[in-house]
């Protein structure tokens, strides 16, 4: 009896790995995300860049924890509800190396539009990030797809909290040890001003969408949350179960 328990126990383990729950755009996911050029960056690393060709001339957006400035953007958890265990989100500051600059972010989550809904977790203080590292992508532009001086870091954030089904905003802020930036790198898709649904938002002295100063158009943020499904409790149990029979 006391191997099957282990055995459940073991299932029940493996059954709570963290899983992506939602990719806002990371990376290379056609028809848009955050690389617009995969593959055509410096050293054939992915490249995301602004097109001026089409009047776009922001290359990414201010959050920057030390001037009280942060960004937001919007997710929708479906029934039965998400356990979130990590956020990851990406920013850059130009002029640094791969070797990442990014020393914190902060991360609150709001049942509601920012300034108007209720936050359900985090602060504006508390640092949770416990990891950095290069991305494989460059920030850049049409005209320059090879600029190696804006590389593209990606934060692993501590979360470890339950959200039940409903809509929420993420809301952050970076610190970095240069003196330019972080900035937050939108989403983009070649040939295009804008992605699809576009609403993130930043603040600086008050909330406001989110737009290129160029273009004029509203801009999205990329980033991924990892964790479980919430169980349902009697499934769960059988799955467990199944497991535990199965290798018997």
């Known amino acids: 009896m006391r191997k099957v328990?282990?055995?459940?126990?073991?299932?029940?383990?493996?059954?709570?790995a963290a899983d992506v729950l939602y990719d806002n755009g990371a990376g290379f996911s056609p028809p848009?995300?955050?690389?617009?050029?995969?593959?055509?960056?410096?050293?054939g690393a992915?490249?995301?860049?602004?097109?001026?060709?089409?009047?776009?001339?922001?290359?990414?957006?201010?959050?920057?924890?030390?001037?009280?400035?942060?960004?937001a953007d919007d997710f929708t958890v479906p029934a039965p509800g998400w356990n979130i265990?990590?956020?990851k989100f990406f920013a850059y500051?130009?002029?640094?190396?791969?070797?990442?600059?990014i020393t914190g972010v902060t991360l609150q989550i709001w049942?509601?539009?920012?300034?108007?809904?209720?936050?359900?977790?985090?602060?504006?203080?508390?640092?949770r990030m416990t990891a950095t590292t290069f991305s494989g992508i460059y920030e850049s532009i049409d005209t320059n797809l090879t600029a190696n001086n804006r590389p593209?870091?990606?934060?692993?954030?501590?979360?470890?909290?339950?959200?039940?089904p409903g809509t929420y905003w993420l809301d952050w802020a970076t610190n970095g040890s240069l003196s330019s930036g972080p900035w937050a790198p939108p989403m983009r898709i070649r040939g295009q001003v804008s992605v699809p649904n576009a609403n993130a938002m930043q603040y600086i002295t008050s909330w406001a969408p989110l737009q290129d100063s160029g273009s004029l158009t509203p801009d999205d943020l990329p980033f991924v949350i990892e964790g479980t499904v919430v169980p349902e409790p009697a499934s769960?149990?059988?799955?467990?179960?199944?497991?535990?029979?199965?290798?018997?």
């Open 85 to 87: 265990q990590t956020v």
């Open 111 to 127: 049942s509601g539009v920012p300034g108007q809904g209720t936050v359900v977790f985090g602060d504006t203080t508390t640092n």
């Open 93 to 101: 500051q130009t002029g640094s190396t791969t070797q990442s600059t």
């Open 32 to 43: 848009y995300g955050l690389v617009n050029y995969p593959g055509q960056g410096f050293g």
């Open 236 to 248: 769960l149990l059988l799955l467990g179960l199944a497991l535990v029979l199965r290798r018997r």
């Open 152 to 164: 593209i870091m990606m934060q692993t954030v501590a979360v470890n909290f339950t959200l039940p």
């Open 46 to 71: 992915h490249a995301s860049a602004l097109e001026s060709a089409l009047g776009e001339s922001t290359y990414g957006y201010g959050h920057q924890q030390s001037l009280g400035y942060r960004v």
């Open 5 to 16: 328990v282990l055995l459940m126990a073991a299932a029940l383990t493996a059954v709570a």
